[in-house]
């Protein structure tokens, strides 16, 4: 059974030479979209999927970290926010023929 998800991942204090196999690595685990590097140098991605398989998200990120740091040649900062899109909590609104008539009375 496959599971949707986004998948966030920020990475910090890797050797900055590496910074491309890092982000080939990652992407090679996940589909993340474009890499971008903020003013405290850690690399930031997005992207969306589906774990399968069975794959826990702790087993996910714990895999993801793996070639990360294999990539890095040792160890960085791994982050990873992992958020399950097939049961988001939201609001609903709708607006009847009274909210109209509501709207159009406070307009005269």
């Known amino acids: 059974m496959s599971r949707y998800y986004s998948m966030g ?3 910090s204090d890797y050797q900055a030479d590496h910074a491309d196999a890092i982000c080939k ?3 090679d685990e996940w589909s993340f ?3 971008i590097t903020s003013q405290d140098e850690s690399l930031s991605s997005t992207g969306d999927g589906n774990l399968c398989g ?3 998200e702790d087993e996910f990120s714990e895999r993801l970290a793996h070639a990360i ?3 890095n040649n040792g ?7 992992c958020t399950y899109m097939e049961s ?3 609001e609903e609104y709708e607006f009847d023929s009274d909210a ?3 709207f159009v009375e406070t307009k005269e």
């Open 9 to 11: 991942i920020t990475i």
């Open 25 to 27: 690595a990652a992407s």
């Open 33 to 35: 979209d474009d890499w």
């Open 54 to 56: 069975g794959e826990s």
């Open 69 to 71: 740091w294999k990539a």
């Open 75 to 81: 160890f960085c900062g791994v982050a990873v926010v």
């Open 88 to 90: 988001l909590p939201y």
């Open 100 to 102: 109209y008539q509501r």
